[in-house]
């Protein structure tokens, strides 16, 4: 951990993604913190048929191609999910395309889905499940920015990493990509589960991974009702809350704030954490949720599962609080379990709406 103090006034000065591009680069080559203290037994979880050892994820974003997975878990995650993974390699968005918020500690990127496809990603999945690690591995599917058939792309990917995923995320909520948000719709929605369920069956007839869809926390009311609905009519294993927001909260200082983009990091919070509470309760809490926007402290990711959420994930607090924040979190997180009297995170998962 004393790396990332020394290494963080040096990474603050350079343009974020360059910042981050030089994380991946010495994360590939083991330069990374670890921290393998056993979890707190209060922290499991199992759920769709896995064992998570604690409930804290890494959100998607962080590594799009799936190239540091065992770093990542090295610094006590409890799960990691990569992508968002196109069929096709794809430049994203033009560059400068992440903006630092530090007094907000927040972040707003349009960066429109780079990465090298779905080639590089299952052979870097290949690579990582050939070496047998233990952890949780989700793959979060997108489109490419030109495809003219949505359907067929996400169903590509389910086709391809199937196989390699212990969950699959169906990626229609970015703002990033044009028309993407769209797919939201309940029709379109219907429409693309279904495709992407017909492949992943294809790819693993005796049983493939649970699929999830990940929404916007930008959703009206009728929307929410609409996706929580269409999840628990269809069976859906899960669902994740939320992507970023277009929203610009007035509290926002950072000079960056009026860029273009979705913003995340502590500025979403309250949001997406009132929109994770409500499908909980529009689901009756028969869909599995995974709390995602703008945790940065084990208060936050326990008010996430108080909400409703049996799993959460961070990304953004990553590069403010550094890779400590890991076990700050979890070893916060035990204590408030077990200060409330929960035996497990199950017992915890929506008890505000008790």
Not at 123 to 136: D, F, Q, V
Not at 200 to 223: H, Y
Not at 262 to 285: I, K, N, P
Not at 320 to 332: D, F, N
Request: hydrophobic share 45%; proline share 6%; charged share 20%.
């Amino acid at each position: 951990m004393d790396r990332f103090r020394l290494a963080a006034p040096l990474l603050g000065l350079l343009d974020p993604e360059t910042a981050h591009d030089l994380t991946l680069w010495a994360l590939r080559r083991g330069l990374g913190p670890k921290n393998r203290a056993p979890d707190d037994p209060v922290l499991a979880v199992s759920i769709w048929g896995r064992n998570f050892a604690n409930p804290i994820g890494l959100a998607a974003g962080f590594d799009k191609n799936a190239a540091v997975i065992g770093p990542m878990l090295d610094l006590g995650f409890g799960f990691v999910e990569v992508g968002s993974v196109t069929p096709r390699p794809q430049a994203g968005n033009p560059r400068p395309r992440v903006f630092r918020l530090g007094a907000d500690r927040a972040v707003i990127n349009r960066m429109g889905f780079p990465g090298q496809g779905l080639a590089a990603a299952a052979k870097n999945l290949s690579a990582w499940r050939s070496r047998s690690r233990p952890g949780p591995v989700g793959v979060n599917l997108g489109k490419n920015k030109d495809a003219l058939d949505a359907a067929a792309d996400y169903a590509a990917g389910a086709r391809g990493l199937s196989a390699l995923a212990d969950y699959l995320v169906i990626n229609v909520s970015s703002p990033n990509t044009p028309g993407l948000r769209a797919l939201q719709g309940r029709k379109e929605l219907e429409t693309l589960i279904a495709s992407v369920r017909a492949a992943r069956d294809e790819a693993c007839p005796q049983g493939g991974p649970p699929l999830l869809v990940k929404i916007a926390p930008d959703l009206n009311d009728a929307e929410r009702a609409d996706i929580a609905e269409l999840a628990v009519a269809q069976g859906l294993e899960g669902l994740i809350v939320g992507n970023t927001t277009l929203q610009r909260p007035e509290s926002l200082r950072g000079r960056h704030r009026t860029e273009a983009g979705g913003l995340s990091g502590q500025a979403l919070f309250e949001l997406s954490t009132a929109v994770l509470a409500d499908m909980y309760r529009l689901t009756g809490g028969r869909v599995p949720l995974i709390g995602v926007g703008g945790i940065g402290n084990a208060d936050q990711a326990y008010a996430k599962i108080r909400a409703g959420a049996s799993l959460v994930q961070l990304y953004s607090a990553l590069a403010y609080e550094g890779p400590g924040l890991i076990a700050r979190i979890r070893t916060g997180l035990a204590e408030r379990l077990r200060a409330d009297g929960f035996a497990k995170v199950a017992e915890a998962v929506g008890a505000d709406h008790r």
